[in-house]
Structures are given as C-alpha cells and as structure tokens.
C-alpha cells in the first residue's frame, strides 16, 4: 500500500467518478482538478492510493503559509487536508490511515474539516477539535493534529 501523488490530467478526472462522493461540492475535486488541467499545473495536490490498477483512496493536501496560521502555536507552515475518502467496499483496510500517515510524515500540524460521522476515524488518527472562534473558522469544525513542540494557539491570540 503507497501512497502516491496523482497526475493531473483527464485519466484522474475519470478515475474520480467512482468515488461515493463524486458530484458532492464539498468532496468533488473535479472543480480543482479540471482547474490545474487548465491551468497545466504541474504540483498536484492529490495524492491516492491504488489496489492493483484502480484507485481506491485520495485526499488533497496544500501547504499553506505560517501568516495564515491561526491554529497553531509557534505559528508556522501548515497542511490543510481535504477531502479525504476510500471507496466502500475498501473501507477499514487501512487505506484512510495510510493516506493520513503519509500528510504526517511531512511534520508540519494538519488542520482537516472532518465529513459528517467521521469524527470517531480522526479522532483514532490523533486529531483534536479546536477551540470554535466564529471569525476563524466560519461554520467550519475543524479538527487538528499537532506534531512534537506545537500546541494550540491562545484564545488571546484568536481574540488580538
């Protein structure tokens, strides 16, 4: 099981297609996808992984910048990761860990906004809700995950 960086082109569009979200606007990828091959951006931001020829997981990951940390404390480079689904009839295989470890294993916190009942998978991943500001995360419930020597920010920061 790797976890590999997907090809922006029209083989990954089509592969999406058979994902239980696919059409749904907060999984689709098609729009960001469709984007970058217009765009011809080579530095995908997805990744998936592969069961023989068909993929079978995918999530999106975007390095954001430490001035738009709002998150974490020293304020740093974060990974934002979206989108996170295994199809079916692969799910509790490992597929969604695999995924997860791999945005891990670039040592950076991760903030992710968890699909509805998911929250027991994250959880076991080690990720934590935030303290909810109103401004910040906008309607969002975002869930973090914290590498050695970061922690929260302040609830003074948030408010400053």
């Known amino acids: 099981m790797t976890v590999q960086k997907l090809s922006i082109n029209y083989k990954t569009l089509e592969e999406f297609k058979q994902f239980r979200e696919y059409g749904l606007q907060e999984l689709s990828m098609l729009e960001d996808l469709q984007a970058n091959i217009i765009e011809n951006d080579s530095e995908s931001p997805f990744y998936g992984i592969y069961y023989g020829e068909k993929l079978v997981?995918?999530?999106?990951?975007?390095?954001k910048d430490k001035r738009f940390d709002q998150y974490f404390e020293p304020k740093q480079d974060y990974v934002e990761l979206w989108k996170l689904e295994v199809i079916q009839k692969?799910?509790?295989?490992?597929?969604?860990?695999?995924?997860?470890?791999?945005?891990?294993?670039f040592g950076l916190p991760i903030k992710t906004n968890p699909r509805v009942k998911s929250d027991a998978f994250w959880t076991k991943m080690g990720f934590?809700?935030?303290?909810?500001?109103?401004?910040?995360d906008l309607g969002e419930n975002p869930l973090v995950w914290y590498p050695e020597g970061v922690s929260a920010q302040s609830t003074e920061e948030l408010e400053a």
């Open 90 to 105: 692969y799910q509790n295989k490992g597929f969604g860990r695999e995924l997860v470890e791999f945005a891990k294993s």
């Open 57 to 63: 997981a995918r999530m999106s990951l975007y390095r």
């Open 128 to 136: 934590t809700p935030v303290h909810y500001n109103m401004e910040r």
